[in-house]
């Protein structure tokens, strides 16, 4: 701390006066006595009070006194105190300084108090110690002083201008860390060195290249301080230099580096000196230059053990390592010089701050230059070349280059004045400054001379390259002169090569030395030894060129050197040094050697450039590399980089020379990445050589507004500049504005960032302004400047004139974080009105009213919005109605966005009320809870209609929506809510959910209804609403036609519902469907709209309804005669609730469902179905699911079906299912069904149960499988059974029935002679016990006309004559007299139970009693050749056999030929069937000569038959075309080769009277595609004579459109073709429309399958003409062809037309969203629709093909799988399928229903009894196990379910 004014020392002792008083009062007596008599100029203390009274007046007295007194007493308390603390000892010193002033004055003689204390000469001895040792400080201190200024004057010798610290500058560097980490957005502090020089506690680092002048600035600190005595607060100043402590010995103590190495005090004051330094550390400044010469490295101090011993001997790096960590002299100022890479040796935590030396500037230079060349002729001509010149001036920066630079150039202008030739690379240049100081050394070669000075010291300059490369080897740039031969040694101290060095040996004596002028040189000579020297190898070469980053890690070895060596070997491959190394050279071989060694560096330095993984500071390096070798293949590979990336270095003109070399090489454009890397403003100018620059990006806070302004000057001519990036910088308007004008010059540029600076609003408008000019622009980013909400909207403004600008986002708070414009550059569009989708995004600001009547104002004129989100923003309700008031003059396509935006309700009154003002808002969304919603959404059509269109339309009226969710809205807000809507005609849906309307709201609501008219849905959820409200509801419903279906949901928490409890869904929905009305009525008493069935739902689920309550609704509801299905599931229903609703259920005539689901009926609450009385009913379905009930329940409801003529029908399933279904008719005339399933019967359940079955008369079906029957439960049963005469099917499956049970009950029913099918199951049932059980209903049953064993379930049929379907002859069966115990069974099947051969025997025995039988059926069985003849012995027997069927799973060879011999004797025998058997050649020649010796033989089926050869096939095919009686022929996957097809075309026509044809996969196995080609037209040709035919299936034969044009031939004449199957032939268009146009002939034509093929819009357009015509037609099959919208719309239109259409397959044609719409527009006209497949047709939108299956009464089966549809979907299927009550299949599979939509489906299966099969795979989330096994799923199957365990699908 420097004092400049004497006050200043009264101030400080004043600040620190009351620490002083605490450390004075703690002193000993002695002390306190001695400091006294010091001061006896002093008034007297006053006795009285304490000592601590005493001390404070002694120190307040000086507070006040006379500087110079003041800095006595300071001196003096600093001498004779003890322990005084260091801070407070500094703080004193720093103020009086460190000399004494003039001793005080005489002592006064009014004093008596101190007259008889002791002279001075007399103070204690610790007293007289410290004044020695200030003595021998005194003295030491001015000799230090004397050495330093001696110090000074020797380095200056030599220096061309004296040293100015005010010009010399340093760069404060803010990050203390590696500088690849620095941070980029840091400014850049410069200051002058000589506040640097503070001398503050800790280790300072100063930075710098060599030859920098970092020892020379330091010498000058050390003069500065002995010269001027600045810093003060320094008492003692020790300079070291590494280069000499390099020489000391091994180890050392403190002691002796600062007084043996340094200057040695007297002997009897080194102890002394010792002690102030160890003691006064804060006065001490120690200063190490060099250390990048250092040897050794820092050393990390380990953890001390005691206190330090100053005489300890350690080495020099641990002496050093501890002054700078603390441990040793803590408080100590330290400075260290080295260069930058070098720093990183050092400690982060101790240092106090790093500075680099800057070198110098353009300026400097000049003044530098003209200084040297003062006096001389050229000194104006030279110093002009010197700043012309990048190689030389960038070298010039660092003051020793500077001095040889202009070394090198008073040599060229002097040798050769006229033709100066300056080199072009670093290395060139260095060959020339060896060349000027050889010249200047006396006896140089002459000027003239043709021996060129390197050749003329050829010896000289080699030894001296040899020492060179030794140092550098060794680590050394000091060498002994003794160590140098004397004549290389004048050589070079001559020529200034060399300079000489004073060092100190470790013994204290001094010697000689000397160091090359600089390092550079040292590097240059020895680059030149290993170019030149014979002794060189390869090896050598290649250890020396690796690339060094500029970033350093404190992991890297530490090194002496500038890294300029490998530049240098890279330089001397130049063409241009050749003829320098040859004048150098050696040998006979000398200019090979050369040329070799060149190739070498060229090679390595080409396989650094490949590789890819160079980080941006080593690839720069490589570059520098590149250019000194001039070599262009090289900098082609280096350019092949997609860009540079440069982070927090300091770059130089010739690194930027460098760069551009290497990217304009390269023939693609490459990036620049500057990130906080310093570099002088004439680097920019060289950029403005490469053309190939891609982008641009500088992003530091060094880069301003000059860095700009020169950065502007070069942008216009970088013409592949595309990119450019100021970011992070300290840009401001003005740089701004002479960048904008330089970007208008720069049509190129296609991305412009420039956020992150400290741009204004005039900054950010004067980019704007330029934009228009850009014309490829396409993102700019201003962000995080400093532009307000007004330079926003210039922004917004500028998109009115600038069509190009697509999207501007904007996120603000206080201060704009991102501004960001994206533009198109569309060459069409030239106008505003030309770019569609525009956005503006203002995000998180704040407007006021004049601000948002600004914006309202720019965004009016900007056309082709699509949206404005001004969400996050704070907007009062005066500056939202602006916004409001604006909205009809927006062009804005999607919507206005405003979330997050707090609203109150006026505010939200005027958004609602834009839907009825603004004609182009379809919806508004508001949420006034956290997350906050806004959105106004626009109509895309009404924005984009021109006023004609909007006059030609202006009679339609536009849907719209409103959606005010969560706006705390109550009773008293719907009448303004109705003021808003007041003139809205076009509403659909209004969304009031999560308020609180209450009951009074909801009123208020209904009665506002009728001006409604267009509404679609109202959702009044989470409203408050209670039964009073649901009861207006209903009046609603019934009151209002348009009104559809009412939701009212109670989403409970707990399983058993409460009232009032819980959320509540309440939605209504209303509307009509507006296709064309229905041709024919199906129910006349149905209630009609427009020709459509009104389907009205009412559904009030989840609530607890009382019985007075559920009087009321229901006495309101039927007046509703619309009423379709009524829904009071899941709630808490119990018996008189059901009374009311029985009660009123008579009036309700259209109802069609009425679910009582999961309620708490219980079986009380079964009863009233026992009691219905005889009012009409309509014809309705009661679902019971889960209500609790138990057997006895069940037998209530089975004891209503003998005494309610209504109820016809009653499913019973108990257990986990607990499934009821009750099914009541109008009248009493239709026939009853009762299933009762999974019951556990008891004796007395049974009894029960029969009495009731005594009085069901008209029972028609019964079942009860899945029973537990106790033991003799059928004898209970059977006579009930018998009884009942209207009974026609039995099936008891699965209740552990044996073979006595089934026999017993076989011998009651068969004593009746009604018609009756008895169906069991059971396990057990196969192989042997089939047969057994098969023999014994044989015996018993004479009145069983067939019996029937499919796996383990027995079929029965008793008591009417065969007629399982009609055979091909209709000749009797004419009667044979077998005797009483013959029987009547006409069919006998065991099919798939696993028979043998040996299982057949049976028939043998049976043979007498089957003679009447007409089929036989043994297929899927394996019963080899022991049963083929057993079999073929049996045939003849059966006279009257007809129908043989024996399709086998696996045959075996010989069965055919075995089979045949009872088969020629089978005379009866009409259809046989021997499908997959194997036919060998003798087989197919024994079948030959049998079948034509079947007379009655008319049907035959060998499909998929083996083994055919063409020998066998030519047999075959002789002997099938020989019975001329067949009409059924089946030959399906019949392997013929070609000649077997050949011969079936042209003898098929001999049996011409078939009727039924199926040649399927008849394949070709040997042949090319031609000729099968060609055989299979051969084969259609031979259809001609087919005039009987009705069925045809040509599947698979790859006929194509010749083949299609050859079979179009033949349709006209097949007028009875019922059936057409072409699948998988490769037909196309052409094909098509002749097939379709042929087939009109067809007037009886059922069935039409193409499949598989490639037909597409011209078929589809074809066949929608042809389909009025087939008014037989039911069966449309197209999957998997070409079919798109177009034709999918087609056909749609005249599906309608054709109304006997059930089977609709379109699977695997895009017919997309188009498409599926002209389906469902035309679904409801179907009525007979049985069958839907669209599967994977391209669109997900099938809501409205689900909506429309409730006018498709007879669907049977529906398949939407594969079109990745979500819950919309799905929410709507579970709407329909209560309605479609035959519904068997739905097939969902691939879609992305949700776990929502799955529970959906879920709950409205419990009211679809009829669904068997439900497809739920690969749902988008997994549905819940326990969701797919709750007991509704457990009647239906899932196909390929990968939810459902595979356990549980086979159990269900």
Not at 565 to 570: A, D, V
Not at 814 to 833: G, Y
Request: charged share 20%; glycine share 6%.
């Amino acid at each position: 701390m420097e004092v400049n004014n004497e006050a200043d020392v009264l101030s400080v002792l004043s600040q620190v006066a009351s620490e002083l008083v605490e450390v004075l009062v703690g002193q000993p007596d002695d002390v306190q006595t001695c400091l006294l008599r010091h001061m006896q100029h002093v008034p007297r203390p006053a006795r009285t009070g304490n000592q601590r009274d005493r001390i404070l007046q002694l120190v307040d007295h000086f507070t006040h006194a006379q500087p110079d007194e003041c800095r006595r007493f300071i001196h003096t308390i600093t001498m004779v105190c003890d322990n005084l603390p260091m801070a407070l000892e500094s703080h004193l010193l720093s103020a009086a300084g460190c000399d004494d002033p003039h001793p005080p004055p005489p002592q006064k003689p009014e004093m008596p108090e101190y007259r008889n204390q002791q002279p001075a000469d007399d103070c204690p001895t610790p007293l007289k110690q410290k004044r020695d040792r200030k003595d021998s400080l005194e003295t030491y201190h001015t000799s230090v002083k004397k050495v330093l200024l001696q110090q000074y004057e020797q380095v200056m010798q030599g220096v061309v201008r004296n040293v100015q610290l005010e010009q010399v500058r340093v760069s404060l560097r803010r990050s203390l860390g590696r500088s690849r980490d620095a941070e980029e957005g840091a400014t850049e502090s410069v200051v002058p060195v000589e506040s640097f020089f503070t001398a503050q506690p800790g280790v300072t680092v100063l930075l710098g290249p060599a030859g920098s002048g970092k020892t020379l600035v330091t010498h000058y600190a050390a003069w500065r301080w002995a010269n001027r005595n600045l810093p003060k607060s320094v008492r003692l100043l020790f300079f070291f230099e590494f280069r000499q402590l390099n020489m000391l010995p091994d180890t050392l103590s403190l002691s002796d580096l600062l007084f043996h190495f340094f200057l040695s005090p007297e002997q009897e004051d080194s102890e002394n000196i010792l002690a102030f330094v160890l003691e006064n550390p804060k006065q001490v400044w120690l200063i190490f230059d060099g250390y990048d010469e250092f040897r050794s490295r820092f050393t990390p101090p380990v953890r001390p053990s005691g206190p330090f011993d100053p005489q300890e001997h350690l080495t020099v790096s641990e002496l050093f390592s501890g002054l700078c960590s603390g441990r040793i002299l803590p408080g100590s100022s330290i400075m260290v010089t080295c260069r930058a890479r070098d720093m990183f040796d050092l400690p982060d935590n101790d240092l106090s701050q790093v500075g680099e030396l800057l070198g110098f500037d353009q300026q400097r230079v000049r003044e530098y230059a003209e200084h040297y060349f003062q006096g001389k002729t050229h000194c104006e001509h030279a110093v002009n070349v010197l700043l012309k010149s990048r190689h030389l001036l960038s070298m010039s920066s660092i003051p020793a280059l500077c001095f040889m630079c202009c070394v090198c150039l008073d040599h060229l202008l002097t040798e050769e004045p006229h033709k100066l030739s300056l080199p072009e690379t670093v290395t060139q240049v260095y060959i020339q400054i060896l060349n000027a100081f050889i010249s200047r050394c006396p006896g140089s070669v002459v000027r003239g001379s043709s021996v060129p000075p390197l050749q003329g010291h050829k010896m000289e300059v080699q030894e001296l390259s040899r020492l060179a490369l030794q140092g550098l080897d060794e680590h050394r740039v000091v060498f002994w002169k003794s160590d140098i031969p004397q004549n290389i040694l004048d050589f070079a101290m001559a020529a200034g090569l060399l300079s000489p060095l004073k060092l100190r040996q470790g013994d204290g004596s001094w010697h000689e030395g000397c160091a090359f002028v600089h390092l550079t040189m040292q590097e240059f000579l020895g680059a030149l030894h290993l170019m030149t020297s014979e002794d060189t190898i390869e090896t050598d070469l290649r250890k020396r060129l690796n690339l060094k980053t500029r970033w350093t890690a404190r992991t890297q070895p530490k090194t002496v050197f500038t890294d300029s060596l490998q530049l240098f070997l890279c330089g001397l491959t130049s063409s241009a040094c050749c003829p320098y190394l040859l004048q150098l050279a050696r040998g006979p071989r000398a200019q090979g050697c050369v040329q070799h060694r060149q190739g070498v560096v060229l090679k390595v330095l080409q396989s650094l450039g490949n590789s890819a993984s160079l980080t941006g500071p080593k690839a720069l390096e490589l570059c520098r590399c590149a250019y000194e070798t001039q070599n262009l293949h090289l900098a082609e590979i280096l350019a092949s980089r997609s860009r540079f990336e440069l982070r927090n270095i300091t770059l130089t003109l010739m690194d930027m020379e460098a760069l551009t070399f290497v990217i304009s090489a390269g023939g693609q454009g490459v990036g620049l990445d500057f990130g906080g890397c310093s570099m002088e403003l004439e680097c920019l100018e060289v950029l403005a050589s490469s053309w190939n620059i891609s982008y641009l990006i500088f992003r530091s806070r060094k880069y301003e507004d000059r860095f700009a302004e020169v950065l502007s000057g070069i942008l216009p001519r970088l013409t592949s500049l595309r990119r450019l990036e100021f970011i992070s910088g300290n840009l401001t308007d003005a740089g701004a504005e002479k960048l904008a004008i330089a970007l208008g010059n720069c049509p190129g540029i296609a991305e412009l960032n420039l956020s992150d600076n400290m741009l204004m609003n005039r900054g950010v408008s004067k980019i704007a302004d330029v934009l228009p000019k850009m014309t490829s622009l396409t993102t700019v980013h201003l962000g995080k400047n400093g532009l307000s909400l007004d330079g926003v909207l210039y922004v917004v403004e500028k998109m009115t004139s600038c069509p190009n600008i697509q999207r501007v986002h904007v996120v603000g708070n206080k201060e704009i974080k991102e501004l960001k414009l994206s533009l198109s550059q569309d060459p069409d569009a030239q106008s505003v009105e030309d770019a569609p989708g525009r956005i503006v995004s203002l995000l998180n600001c704040t407007f006021t009213p004049d601000e948002m009547q600004k914006l309202c104002l720019f965004l009016a004129r900007c056309f082709g919005l699509s949206v404005i989100d001004l969400s996050g923003g704070v907007m009062k309700d005066d500056a939202l109605q602006v916004l409001v008031d604006w909205l009809p003059q927006l062009s804005v396509s999607r919507e206005v966005v405003m979330n997050s935006t707090s609203l109150t309700m006026n505010g939200l009154s005027a958004l609602s009320r834009s839907v009825t003002d603004c004609p182009a808002v379809a919806e508004v969304n508001i949420r006034r809870q956290d997350p906050i919603k806004v959105s106004i959404m626009f109509s895309t059509e009404t924005q984009n209609q021109t006023l004609g269109e909007k006059t030609a339309k202006q009679d339609l009226v536009q849907s719209k929506k409103l959606r005010l969710s969560e706006c705390d809205l109550r009773s008293s807000h719907v009448d303004k809510l109705y003021e808003t809507l007041r003139g809205c005609q076009g509403l659909t849906l209004l969304d009031l959910s999560s308020n609180a309307l209450g009951n009074q709201g909801l009123k208020k609501l209904m009665d506002l209804l009728p001006h409604l008219t267009a509404v679609q849905e109202i959702n009044v959820s989470e409203n408050g609403v209670t039964m009073p409200g649901v009861l207006a509801v209903a009046e609603a419903f019934c009151s209002h036609r348009s009104m559809r279906a009412v939701d009212i949901t109670n989403i409970h928490q707990h399983k058993t519902p409460r009232c009032h409890e819980g959320k509540q869904r309440l939605i209504m929905k209303f509307g009509v469907n507006k296709s064309k009305p229905l041709r024919n009525v199906m129910h006349s008493t149905q209630k009609l709209e427009n020709g459509f069935f009104l389907y009205k739902k009412f559904s009030l689920q989840c609530t607890c309804i009382l019985p007075n309550n559920m009087d009321e609704l229901c006495r309101r509801l039927s007046a509703c005669s619309s009423l379709v299905q009524l829904d009071f599931s899941g709630g808490s229903l119990e018996q008189r609730s059901i009374l009311n609703v029985l009660t009123h259920l008579p009036q309700m005539t259209a109802l069609k469902l009425l679910n009582l689901s999961e309620n708490l009926l219980r079986d009380d609450g079964m009863k009233p179905f026992a009691q219905l009385d005889r009012e009409h009913w309509a014809s309705t379905l009661v679902s019971l699911n889960h209500n609790k009930m138990t057997l006895d329940g069940a037998l209530y409801l089975v004891a209503g079906m003998t005494t309610s003529a209504h109820l016809h029908r009653v499913e019973v399933s108990l257990g986990e299912e607990d499934r009821a279904v009750v099914h009541l008719a109008p009248d009493n005339s239709c026939d009853k069904s009762l299933s009762l399933r999974n019951c556990t019967f008891e004796v007395t359940h049974l009894q029960t149960l029969a009495r009731s079955l005594c009085y069901c008369h008209q029972l028609v079906e019964l079942d009860l499988s899945c029973n537990d029957l106790p033991a003799g439960a059928l004898e209970t049963l059977q006579k009930t059974l018998s009884s009942l005469n209207a009974l026609r099917r039995l099936e008891i499956r699965n209740c552990g029935l044996n073979q006595q049970n089934i026999e017993a009950l076989l011998k009651e029913l068969d004593c009746s002679k009604r018609p009756l099918e008895i169906r069991v199951e059971e396990p057990w049932v196969m192989g042997q016990a089939a047969v057994n059980l098969v023999s014994c209903c044989l015996d018993l049953a004479c009145n069983m006309q067939q019996i029937r064993v499919n796996g383990t379930t027995v079929n029965i049929t008793l008591g009417t004559a065969y007629a399982q379907g009609k055979l091909c002859s209709d000749t009797p069966v004419p009667r044979v007299n077998i005797g009483k115990l013959a029987s009547a069974v006409k069919c006998i099947g065991l099919v798939n139970c696993f028979l043998q051969g040996q299982h057949l025997t049976f028939l043998q025995r049976m043979r007498q009693r089957c003679a009447q039988l007409v089929e036989l059926d043994l297929s899927q069985n394996d019963i080899g050749i022991e049963g083929a003849e057993t079999l073929s012995s049996l045939l003849p027997d059966l006279q009257n056999l007809r129908k043989l069927r024996l399709e086998y799973k696996e045959a075996v060879p010989d069965q055919i030929r075995v089979l045949t011999v009872g088969l020629s004797r089978s005379a009866s025998l009409e259809d046989l069937s021997l499908v997959h058997h194997v036919i060998d050649d003798y087989s197919a020649a024994a079948l030959a000569t049998t079948l034509p010796g079947l007379p009655r033989l008319r049907a035959i089926n060998l499909s998929h038959c083996s083994n055919l050869t063409t020998v066998g096939a030519r047999h075959l095919i002789t002997g099938l075309t020989n019975c001329r009686s067949l009409e059924d022929v089946s030959l399906k996957g019949l392997q013929l080769e070609e000649e077997a097809l050949v011969q079936l075309a042209s003898e098929l026509p001999n049996i011409s009277s078939v009727r039924r044809l199926i040649l399927s996969k008849i394949a070709v196995a040997t042949s090319s595609t031609d000729s099968a080609s060609g055989a299979v037209l051969l084969l259609l040709r031979s259809l001609e004579h087919f005039r009987r035919i009705e069925e045809i299936e040509l599947d698979e034969m790859w006929m194509g459109d010749r083949g299609i044009q050859e079979l179009a031939k033949h349709l006209p004449n097949w007028t009875g073709l019922r059936r057409i199957s072409l699948c998988e032939n490769n037909i196309a268009d052409g094909g098509g429309e002749k097939l379709l146009a042929a087939l009109t002939h067809c007037t009886a034509l059922e069935e039409i399958i193409l499949s598989g093929n490639i037909l597409a819009g011209g078929s589809a357009t074809r066949l929608s003409e042809v389909l009025p015509s087939m008014t037989c037609l039911r069966v449309l099959n197209l999957q998997h062809n070409q079919i798109q919208a177009a034709g999918g719309t087609a056909l749609a239109t005249y599906f309608q037309a054709c109304g006997s259409l059930t089977d609709i397959n379109l699977s695997g044609n895009p017919l997309g969203t188009e498409g599926a719409a002209a389906l469902s527009s035309v679904l409801p006209h179907m009525p007979s629709l049985r069958k839907l497949h669209l599967v994977s047709v391209h669109t997900t939108e099938l809501s409205s093909i689900a909506a429309c299956l409730e006018n498709c009464a007879c669907a049977e089966d529906i398949s939407l799988a594969w079109n990745g549809f979500g819950d919309d979907v799905a929410l709507k299927l579970a709407e329909v399928l209560p309605v479609c009550q035959k519904l068997k299949r739905v097939d969902l599979e691939s879609n992305k229903i949700s776990v929502a939509g799955a529970e959906a489906l879920a709950a409205s299966l419990q009211s679809s009894s009829s669904i068997q099969v439900i497809r739920y795979q690969y749902l988008l989330v997994s549905m819940s196990v326990s969701v797919l096994c709750t007991p509704v799923f457990s009647n239906l199957v899932f196909r390929d379910s990968q939810i459902v365990p595979k356990d549980q699908v086979g159990k269900h």
